[in-house]
């Protein structure tokens, strides 16, 4: 069984931070890419930050840019999406996914690859 499970979202204050995991199981995340992905109800899935496989390189939406940061640790075979200063708009699930052979910039416009199940991130104003 190859699966991605997410964690660490909830109900936040516009301002606030929230640390989501996605671990691995199954398989081995080291020469995998990693992508978050956020969904609000009524849109599409965009893509949020993404990292590369050593986490040498990175890459991040214009919207969250200064506010989030992705990191990696591969002997937990867990990447991790760090939130800070929330905003309303930032409502949604959120969404991991893992892609081999494929570069950072691809990852996040790509919706090929192994995908978790979701975790819900709200805001309140």
């Known amino acids: 069984q190859l699966q991605l499970v997410e964690s660490g979202g909830g109900v936040v204050q516009a301002g606030g931070s929230l640390r989501l995991s996605c671990a691995a199981s199954?398989?081995?995340?080291?020469?995998?890419?990693i992508g978050w992905f956020r969904q609000a109800p009524g849109k599409g899935r965009e893509g949020v930050s993404c990292?590369?496989?050593?986490?040498?390189?990175?890459h991040y939406a214009d919207s969250v840019k200064g506010r989030f940061t992705i990191s990696r640790d591969n002997a937990k075979n867990t990447v991790y999406l760090q939130m800070n200063n929330l905003k309303p708009e930032d409502t949604a699930i959120y969404y991991c996914?893992?892609?081999?052979?494929?570069?950072?910039?691809?990852?996040?416009?790509?919706?090929?690859?192994?995908w978790g199940q979701g975790t819900q991130v709200t805001v309140s104003s």
């Open positions: 996914k893992a892609a081999p052979w494929t570069t950072v910039q691809a990852m996040c416009r790509t919706g090929g690859g192994y």
């Open positions: 199954g398989f081995n995340l080291d020469y995998y890419l």
């Open positions: 990292i590369s496989s050593s986490g040498g390189s990175t």
